[in-house]
């Protein structure tokens, strides 16, 4: 009862912080924007409450968004269950089909992970003291490859899943167009990790943001090693961010717009 106490108000908590920033709201939707239109397919891996569901659509494309979290596939449901373009997979993503173990963060539900290594490199952490993964629960865990195979090539993929990124992209055979995945400073070699494999399939440009800010960092798109290089000298305060890679550099520019 506790647990289920601490989840409904870590719940409420994620909606009200993602969904309660009508700044927040319009810099998201001019990121992405630059990267999708009306009718383009958008994958959202690890998509939580759905702000970015909620984003995605404001531009008019379709939408997969893969969450394993019960009662957040249930606020999920809630949300978007009535819209014919969201597809809800109540699912993990991982390197094979199968399936793994979720540990929940009930007040925190934004922080679950299939990684047991990232907890490890969260205890004791500068910002994440007050962080405990108290709860277990076995998901279904299938692959990139598998979700193409159901729903189409996306144009653009969203990966968020704490320290689980570089198992989510082992599982994708093909280059996408455009992507994003979470980085963080307590687990930098999940990032260098993530940044080889994508470069070994196709020759990507990389972007960067830090935080929740939806702005990029580089006035210019970086390499491989440019990116790297960055994240390594962060100081740990940084905390956390997103990488962006596109095989079209373009839209990685400060000052671009969206190619037509």
């Known amino acids: 009862m506790r647990g289920a106490f601490h989840t409904f108000f870590g719940v409420l908590r994620s909606l009200r912080i993602y969904y309660g920033d009508h700044a927040r709201r319009r810099a998201m939707d001019a990121l992405y924007r630059r990267f999708?239109?009306?009718?383009?397919?958008?994958?959202d891996v690890g998509a939580h409450v759905g702000d970015r569901v909620a984003s995605f659509r404001r531009l008019d494309a379709r939408v997969v968004a893969v969450e394993p979290q019960p009662a957040l596939v249930f606020t999920l449901r809630l949300l978007y269950g009535l819209d014919p373009k969201v597809v809800i997979e109540p699912v993990a993503l991982g390197r094979k089909t199968g399936?793994?173990?979720?540990?929940?963060?009930?007040?925190?539900?934004?922080?679950?992970?299939?990684?047991?290594?990232?907890?490890?490199?969260?205890?004791?952490?500068?910002?994440?003291e007050d962080q405990r993964w108290t709860k277990n629960v076995t998901v279904p865990l299938t692959t990139l490859d598998a979700l193409i195979a159901r729903h189409g090539l996306p144009r653009f993929v969203k990966i968020d899943v704490e320290g689980f990124e570089d198992e989510v992209l082992a599982g994708l055979t093909r280059p996408l167009p455009a992507l994003s995945f979470e980085?963080?400073?307590?687990?930098?070699?999940?990032?260098?990790?993530?940044?080889?494999?994508?470069?070994?399939?196709?020759?990507?440009?990389?972007?960067a943001v830090l935080g929740e800010t939806q702005a990029f960092v580089h006035a210019e798109p970086l390499d491989s090693q440019g990116i790297?290089?960055?994240?390594?000298?962060?100081?740990?305060?940084?905390?956390?961010?997103?990488?962006?890679?596109?095989?079209?550099?373009?839209?990685?520019?400060?000052?671009a717009a969206k190619p037509a």
């Open 228 to 255: 790297s290089r960055w994240i390594e000298n962060l100081p740990p305060e940084a905390n956390s961010g997103d990488v962006y890679a596109c095989i079209d550099p373009v839209p990685l520019r400060l000052a």
């Open 36 to 43: 999708l239109g009306p009718g383009d397919l958008a994958f």
């Open 183 to 207: 980085f963080t400073t307590i687990q930098r070699e999940i990032a260098y990790a993530a940044i080889e494999r994508l470069v070994r399939g196709a020759p990507y440009a990389f972007n």
């Open 99 to 128: 399936t793994v173990e979720l540990k929940l963060n009930p007040p925190n539900p934004t922080v679950a992970t299939a990684s047991k290594e990232f907890v490890a490199a969260a205890e004791g952490a500068l910002g994440w």
